[in-house]
C-alpha cells in the first residue's frame, strides 16, 4: 500500500546518507602530501576495521628505536610500562622492568636538597636524550630532532610517509645543490633533511629470523611508532566492531518496528 | 500549544502537581500527543538528530573537562593523557571531536532542508532566525574547542582568527589592534586567550542549549511544515508525534549514529588535521593553514575578497544574509516542488556550497581564486537577487489543494502503476509481503 | 492487494507490532548501559595512577624518637623510630582493651590481631610504619613533630574529632572506627625500607 511512498522515502534517506557521507569525505584528500614527495604505500597489519600490531614487529621496532633513534630522538609520552601493557609490544612485565632500570631518571629532591639520579621504573616516562630543545639544536648543528611520540599521527598519511621517509636517501640528481649538512631524501618534503641516513643493512642484530634490512627496520620502527603514537588502536578496533553490530541490528529492528507503527496509521 | 490538551492526571499526586507545575502535561502534549503532519519525509529526521548531538557533545565534553588542564604549557598533554591514561579517554576524546563534524553535517543538511521546503516563511520566520542564532553559537563553540588540544592548528587558527578583528584598523586607526589584545589578554595568542577559550567553550553549549528550547518553542507554536508546504487543515492530516515520529527518528539516528561510529572508531583522525598532534610552537606556522571542513566554505568566501576588511565583512554577512531569508523570499508558496524554476537555482546553490568548500582548502590563486570569486557571488546572488526576483517571474506548477489530496493523487498514481506494470525506470519495488 | 483482508491483518500487525516495537525499544536501551560505563569509568583512578611506584626511604638518619612523613600515592606515610618505653607500652596492652582488635596490616592476613609485633615488623620492632590518615574522616592525627600533641596514649591524636592513637597506631579511644593501616612495605637493608 505505501511501496511508493516507501522508496521516495528511502530515496531520501539514501541521498542524505550519501550526502552527509560525501560532505565528510570531502574534507580529507584535500590535504595529501606535496605532489613530489614519494610516499610508497606498505601493508600494515593495523589498518583496516579489524587491524591489529605485530607484536614481533613492535619489539623488533622497539629495538631499533632502542639502538638508532633513541640517541637524538624522545619519545616522552610513552612509559616504560606500556611496554609490557595489551595491545603494544606486550614484552615481558620482567624484560620492560630491564628496559626501566637501565636508564637513569632525575628525582629529588632529597633530605639535602639535591636532585639526584636513580635507575628509571615502570611508571617513568621514556627519558628523552636531550635536557631541552636547545641542548638538542647544538648537538645536532642547529636542526632539532622532534620527539617521536606522535609523529605517526602527525603527519598527512603518517606511517606510509616515515616509512618511506626512512628509506628514501638517495644520491642527489645532478641538477640539485644542497645546502651544508643537508641529506638528499625522496619522501621528505622540500627533499633536503638534516637528518643523516639511520639505517644500514646488518646495522641491528634480529635474533628472530627477519632479514637485517634498512627495508624491514624501517617498517618495524615505523609500526612501533605508530602503536606510539596510537596505543589504544586494537581496543578501538575490538570495541568498534561490537558498537558497530549493535547498531546494524538496533537499526534494523527499529526500521522494522516503524514499519509496523507505521502500516497501522497509514489507514 | 495549538492543540487542546489530551492530558487527564492518574493519580492524586499527579493531579496534585499538575495544578502546581504541569510539566506532564506539557511533555504528554508537546511530545506525545503533539499533532505532526503525517507527511514528512527522513529530511524532518534532522531537528532530533541535532539535539541528540547536543546532549553527546555536552556529556563527552563535560567528561573531558575533568580531565584536561586549560594551560599552554599542559594543554596539550593533558590531551595526551586522556588519549593514554585516563579509562576510556581515547573513546570519549574522539567521540567529541568526531562529535563536532557530525553536529555540523546535520546542521547543514537541517539547513538545506528548510530551505528547499520553505520552512523559513510565515508563521516560522523566528524559528528560522533562532536556527541561525544556533548556528552561529556552534560557529563559535566549534572554534574555541578545536583550539583547546594547542596543538599548531589549534595555535595558528586562533592567531588567524582573532587577528580579523585588526581589520577595524582600517575603520578607525587602532581600533583593531586593542580589540585584538584585548581578546588575547596579552600582545600574542598564548595562556590568558587558552584560559578564556576554555571558559567560553564551556559556557556555549548552554547558551545554545536555551536557544534550542525556544526553537522547539517557536516551532510547536505552528506546528511542522511538511514537504507540500501546504498547512494541516483537518485533524486526518496530522498524527500524534508519539509513537509515529518518535520511531522513525528513532530509526534515522540510529543510521546516523551506525555513521558516527564508523568514523570515530575507523578513521577518528580522518577529520581532523595530522599538523594537530604537533604541540603549538608560535614560531613556526604551518605550511597548509585550512579551518576544519564545515567552515571551509566561509573561508573562502574570505579569501575571495581581496580586501582585509570587506573579506570580513562578507564572511560574516554570509550568515547574516540567513537572517533576512524570510523577507527576501518574495513567492507566497513555500515547498520547492511546486516552484520549478527556484528549484534548479535551488541545487546550484548547493552545489555551489559544496564547490566553495573545496576551494576553501586549496591555495588562494589562479583558477582557485577565480572559481571562489563566482561562488561567492553566487553565494549572495541566491538570496539578495534570485529569492526576491524569482517569486515575481516563475509559474509554479500544480499545486495540490491539501495534504490529503496530495496523498490521494500518489496513491492513485501507485495504483495505475501497478495495474501498468512497473513504470519504466523505476528501481524493483519491494512488494509489501 | 492487502487491503481486501485488512481485518485479520490488524490482529496480525498488533501482535507482531508489539513484539517488534517492544524488542527495539528494549535492544535500544540495552545499549544504554555501556554508553553510559565509559562516562562513569573515566572517573576511576588512570594508567598512570596505578603505576605510580613504590618509594624507599632511608632510615638512618632518624633518631630515636623521632618521626617522619612522606608521601606515598598521595598520601602521608608516618615513620617513626620508637623508644624502648614506647614499644613496651604497645606491647603490653591487651587485646580487649582495644576498640579494633585487627592488626589492618596490607603486609598480613585480614585477621591478624592487633598485637604489637603485627603493627611493627618482627625483629625491627622499633620501626613503625603507618598511613597516617584517621580512620574517622581522614584528617591528619598530631603527634609527628616535636611539641605536637600525641594523645592521652602517647601516640598520635586527630585534632578533627578527637580521636587517640596508640603508640602503635591503634585506635584507643574517640571516634575513629579502626586502627591507622601498616602499608605494604619491606626492609631492603637494616636501615632501609621500600614502600609499595
Known amino acids: 500500500?505505501?511501496?511508493?511512498?516507501?522508496?521516495?522515502?528511502?530515496?531520501?534517506?539514501?541521498?542524505?546518507?550519501?550526502?552527509?557521507?560525501?560532505?565528510?569525505?570531502?574534507?580529507?584528500p584535500l590535504r595529501a602530501a606535496e605532489d613530489d614527495q614519494i610516499i610508497r604505500k606498505e601493508a600494515w597489519s593495523f589498518t583496516g576495521p579489524f587491524g591489529i600490531y605485530d607484536r614481533a614487529q613492535l619489539q623488533?621496532?622497539?629495538?631499533?628505536?632502542?639502538?638508532?633513534?633513541?640517541?637524538?630522538?624522545?619519545?616522552?609520552?610513552?612509559?616504560?610500562?606500556?611496554?609490557?601493557?595489551?595491545?603494544?609490544?606486550?614484552?615481558?612485565?620482567?624484560?620492560?622492568?630491564?628496559?626501566?632500570?637501565?636508564?637513569?631518571?632525575?628525582?629529588?629532591?632529597?633530605?639535602?636538597?639535591?636532585?639526584y639520579m636513580r635507575p628509571g621504573r615502570l611508571s617513568d616516562a621514556f627519558v628523552s636524550p636531550f635536557q631541552n630543545d636547545q641542548e638538542a639544536r647544538v648537538a645536532n648543528n642547529g636542526a632539532l630532532p622532534p620527539d617521536l611520540s606522535l609523529m605517526a599521527k602527525a603527519r598527512p598519511d603518517g606511517v606510509n610517509y616515515l616509512y618511506s621517509m626512512l628509506t628514501g636517501y638517495a644520491d642527489a640528481p645532478a641538477d640539485v645543490s644542497m645546502a651544508e649538512g643537508m641529506y638528499y631524501n625522496t619522501a621528505f618534503a622540500g627533499h633536503q633533511i638534516a637528518m643523516p641516513p639511520p639505517l644500514f643493512d646488518d646495522s641491528i642484530e634480529y635474533t628472530d629470523g627477519t632479514p637485517p634490512t634498512i627495508d624491514n627496520y624501517a617498517k618495524d620502527v615505523t609500526a612501533f611508532m605508530m602503536w606510539a603514537a596510537e596505543p589504544k588502536l586494537e581496543e578501538r578496533h575490538r570495541v568498534g566492531f561490537r558498537v558497530m553490530i549493535y547498531l546494524i541490528i538496533v537499526a534494523g529492528l527499529l526500521y522494522v518496528a516503524k514499519r509496523r507503527v507505521w502500516s497501522r496509521g497509514a489507514h | 500549544?495549538?492543540?487542546?490538551?489530551?492530558?487527564?492526571?492518574?493519580?492524586?499526586?499527579?493531579?496534585?502537581?499538575?495544578?502546581?507545575?504541569?510539566?506532564?502535561?506539557?511533555?504528554?502534549?508537546?511530545?506525545?500527543?503533539?499533532?505532526?503532519?503525517?507527511?514528512?519525509?527522513?529530511?524532518?529526521?534532522?531537528?532530533?538528530?541535532?539535539?541528540?548531538?547536543?546532549?553527546?557533545?555536552?556529556?563527552?565534553?563535560?567528561?573531558?573537562?575533568?580531565?584536561?588542564?586549560?594551560?599552554?604549557?599542559?594543554?596539550?598533554?593533558?590531551?595526551?593523557?586522556?588519549?593514554?591514561?585516563?579509562?576510556?579517554?581515547?573513546?570519549?576524546?574522539?567521540?567529541?571531536?568526531?562529535?563536532?563534524?557530525?553536529?555540523?553535517?546535520?546542521?547543514?543538511?537541517?539547513?538545506?532542508?528548510?530551505?528547499?521546503?520553505?520552512?523559513?516563511?510565515?508563521?516560522?520566520?523566528?524559528?528560522?532566525?533562532?536556527?541561525?542564532?544556533?548556528?552561529?553559537?556552534?560557529?563559535?563553540?566549534?572554534?574555541?574547542?578545536?583550539?583547546?588540544?594547542?596543538?599548531?592548528?589549534?595555535?595558528?587558527?586562533?592567531?588567524?582568527?582573532?587577528?580579523?578583528?585588526?581589520?577595524?584598523?582600517?575603520?578607525?586607526?587602532?581600533?583593531?589592534?586593542?580589540?585584538?589584545?584585548?581578546?588575547?589578554?596579552?600582545?600574542?595568542?598564548?595562556?590568558?586567550?587558552?584560559?578564556?577559550?576554555?571558559s567560553l567553550h564551556y559556557l556555549l553549549p548552554f547558551m545554545?542549549?536555551?536557544?534550542?528550547?525556544?526553537?522547539?518553542?517557536?516551532?510547536?507554536?505552528?506546528?511542522?511544515?511538511?514537504?507540500?508546504g501546504i498547512d494541516v487543515k483537518r485533524s486526518s492530516e496530522a498524527m500524534p508525534f508519539h509513537p509515529y515520529y518518535t520511531i522513525k527518528d528513532g530509526f534515522a539516528l540510529a543510521?546516523?549514529?551506525?555513521?558516527?561510529?564508523?568514523?570515530?572508531?575507523?578513521?577518528?583522525?580522518?577529520?581532523?588535521?595530522?599538523?594537530?598532534?604537533i604541540p603549538a610552537d608560535p614560531l613556526v606556522t604551518p605550511t597548509h593553514i585550512v579551518p576544519e571542513w564545515y567552515f571551509l566554505p566561509f573561508y573562502a568566501i574570505l579569501r575571495a575578497i581581496p580586501s582585509k576588511l570587506f573579506g570580513v565583512i562578507a564572511m560574516f554577512g554570509a550568515i547574516m544574509v540567513l537572517f533576512v531569508v524570510p523577507w527576501l523570499d518574495s513567492s507566497p508558496i513555500r515547498s520547492l516542488?511546486?516552484?520549478?524554476?527556484?528549484?534548479?537555482?535551488?541545487?546550484?546553490?548547493?552545489?555551489?556550497?559544496?564547490?566553495?568548500?573545496?576551494?576553501?582548502?586549496?591555495?588562494?590563486?589562479?583558477?582557485?581564486?577565480?572559481?571562489?570569486?563566482?561562488?561567492?557571488?553566487?553565494?549572495?546572488a541566491f538570496f539578495l537577487v534570485v529569492l526576491p526576483v524569482v517569486g515575481r517571474i516563475e509559474t509554479p506548477t500544480q499545486m495540490p489543494g491539501s495534504i490529503t489530496e496530495d496523498i490521494m493523487s500518489k496513491e492513485r498514481r501507485r495504483r495505475a502503476a501497478l495495474e501498468g506494470g512497473a513504470p519504466a525506470g523505476a528501481p524493483a519495488a519491494p512488494e509489501k509481503r | 492487494m492487502a487491503n481486501s483482508n485488512s481485518t485479520v491483518d490488524?490482529?496480525?500487525?498488533?501482535?507482531?507490532?508489539?513484539?517488534?516495537?517492544?524488542?527495539?525499544?528494549?535492544?535500544?536501551?540495552?545499549?544504554?548501559?555501556?554508553?553510559?560505563?565509559?562516562?562513569?569509568?573515566?572517573?576511576?583512578?588512570?594508567?598512570?595512577?596505578?603505576?605510580?611506584?613504590?618509594?624507599?626511604?632511608?632510615?638512618?638518619?632518624?633518631?630515636?624518637?623521632?618521626?617522619?612523613?612522606?608521601?606515598?600515592?598521595?598520601?602521608?606515610?608516618?615513620?617513626?623510630?620508637?623508644?624502648?618505653?614506647?614499644?613496651?607500652?604497645?606491647?603490653?596492652?591487651?587485646?580487649?582493651?582495644?576498640?579494633?582488635?585487627?592488626?589492618?596490616?596490607?603486609?598480613?592476613?585480614?585477621?591478624?590481631?592487633a598485637v604489637d609485633r603485627n603493627r611493627a615488623g618482627e625483629g625491627h620492632e622499633n620501626w613503625l610504619v603507618i598511613i597516617g590518615i584517621c580512620t574517622h574522616l581522614g584528617c591528619i592525627p598530631r603527634g609527628q613533630r616535636v611539641g605536637d600533641t600525641k594523645g592521652e596514649f602517647g601516640g598520635w591524636f586527630c585534632p578533627c574529632h578527637g580521636s587517640h592513637y596508640d603508640t602503635a597506631g591503634r585506635i584507643r579511644r574517640g571516634p575513629a572506627p579502626r586502627n591507622m593501616e601498616v602499608p605494604p612495605y619491606k626492609f631492603l637493608t637494616d636501615t632501609r625500607i621500600k614502600i609499595g
Not at chain 2, 256 to 277: C, K, M, Q, R, W
Request: glycine share 8%; hydrophobic share 50%; aromatic share 14%.
Open chain 1, 1 to 28: 500500500m505505501d511501496s511508493l511512498d516507501t522508496l521516495a522515502r528511502w530515496r531520501t534517506a539514501q541521498i542524505a546518507g550519501v550526502l552527509v557521507i560525501a560532505l565528510l569525505a570531502l574534507a580529507a
Open chain 1, 60 to 115: 623488533r621496532g622497539f629495538l631499533v628505536y632502542q639502538e638508532v633513534c633513541a640517541s637524538c630522538h624522545g619519545m616522552h609520552y610513552l612509559h616504560y610500562r606500556n611496554l609490557s601493557e595489551a595491545g603494544g609490544p606486550e614484552f615481558p612485565e620482567a624484560a620492560a622492568k630491564v628496559v626501566a632500570a637501565s636508564v637513569e631518571v632525575e628525582d629529588g629532591p632529597d633530605d639535602q636538597g639535591e636532585m
Open chain 2, 1 to 198: 500549544m495549538a492543540h487542546k490538551s489530551n492530558y487527564v492526571p492518574q493519580s492524586a499526586f499527579e493531579k496534585w502537581l499538575d495544578e502546581r507545575l504541569p510539566v506532564v502535561r506539557l511533555m504528554k502534549d508537546q511530545f506525545i500527543d503533539f499533532p505532526t503532519p503525517r507527511n514528512l519525509n527522513y529530511w524532518w529526521t534532522f531537528g532530533g538528530i541535532l539535539i541528540f548531538c547536543l546532549i553527546a557533545q555536552m556529556m563527552t565534553g563535560i567528561v573531558l573537562a575533568m580531565h584536561y588542564v586549560a594551560n599552554e604549557s599542559m594543554a596539550f598533554e593533558s590531551i595526551e593523557h586522556i588519549m593514554r591514561n585516563v579509562n576510556w579517554g581515547w573513546l570519549i576524546r574522539y567521540t567529541h571531536a568526531v562529535g563536532a563534524s557530525m553536529f555540523f553535517a546535520a546542521a547543514y543538511l537541517h539547513m538545506f532542508r528548510g530551505l528547499y521546503y520553505g520552512s523559513y516563511k510565515a508563521p516560522r520566520e523566528i524559528l528560522w532566525i533562532l536556527g541561525v542564532v544556533i548556528l552561529l553559537l556552534m560557529i563559535a563553540t566549534s572554534f574555541m574547542g578545536y583550539s583547546l588540544p594547542w596543538g599548531q592548528m589549534s595555535f595558528w587558527a586562533v592567531t588567524v582568527i582573532t587577528n580579523l578583528f585588526s581589520s577595524f584598523d582600517s575603520v578607525i586607526p587602532g581600533l583593531g589592534t586593542r580589540i585584538v589584545q584585548w581578546v588575547w589578554g596579552g600582545f600574542s595568542v598564548g595562556n590568558p586567550t587558552l584560559n578564556r577559550l576554555f
Open chain 2, 208 to 228: 545554545i542549549a536555551g536557544v534550542v528550547i525556544l526553537h522547539i518553542w517557536a516551532l510547536h507554536v505552528p506546528g511542522n511544515n511538511n514537504p507540500t
Open chain 2, 255 to 277: 543510521v546516523f549514529a551506525i555513521v558516527f561510529a564508523a568514523f570515530v572508531f575507523y578513521a577518528p583522525n580522518y577529520l581532523g588535521h595530522s599538523d594537530n598532534y
Open chain 2, 337 to 380: 516542488r511546486y516552484r520549478p524554476m527556484l528549484k534548479l537555482f535551488f541545487w546550484a546553490f548547493v552545489v555551489t556550497c559544496v564547490a566553495l568548500g573545496y576551494l576553501g582548502a586549496m591555495p588562494p590563486d589562479g583558477i582557485y581564486l577565480l572559481s571562489a570569486r563566482l561562488g561567492t557571488f553566487y553565494y549572495f
Open chain 3, 10 to 113: 490488524a490482529v496480525d500487525d498488533t501482535g507482531r507490532r508489539d513484539f517488534i516495537t517492544v524488542a527495539a525499544g528494549a535492544f535500544a536501551a540495552i545499549g544504554l548501559g555501556p554508553l553510559v560505563w565509559p562516562m562513569l569509568d573515566q572517573m576511576n583512578p588512570d594508567a598512570s595512577a596505578l603505576a605510580l611506584g613504590s618509594v624507599e626511604i632511608d632510615l638512618a638518619p632518624i633518631d630515636v624518637g623521632q618521626a617522619i612523613t612522606i608521601m606515598w600515592r598521595g598520601k602521608p606515610i608516618f615513620i617513626r623510630h620508637r623508644a624502648e618505653e614506647e614499644i613496651q607500652a604497645a606491647d603490653v596492652t591487651q587485646i580487649s582493651a582495644l576498640p579494633d582488635r585487627f592488626a589492618r596490616n596490607l603486609n598480613l592476613a585480614e585477621d591478624a590481631p
